[in-house]
């Protein structure tokens, strides 16, 4: 019966367009897309690999923890 997971991925911005993407709680996820429609379906595919991959070698499959995300702001001198 299959089964579903859900993940928190983060989407950076890269300069010259496109997204880095990164699973915290798969850090060996790093991939790519050109949108954030390409970034997330990327997302998609690299987390069902890691999942089966760690499932066929016996290994744990992390359950997500949702990452806090807070801004900073320092000051500058000028």
Excluded: C, N, W
């Amino acid at each position: 019966m299959p089964t579903s997971r859900t993940y928190a991925v983060v989407l950076e911005p890269e300069p010259d367009g496109g997204f880095t993407v990164r699973v915290p709680a798969l850090p060996e996820i790093v991939s790519y897309g050109d949108d954030e429609a390409e970034a997330l379906a990327m997302a998609e595919d690299a987390i069902r690999l890691v999942i089966e991959d760690r499932q066929a070698r016996g290994e744990p499959v992390p359950v997500d923890a949702k990452p806090l995300i807070h801004e900073v702001t320092v000051t500058l001198a000028a």
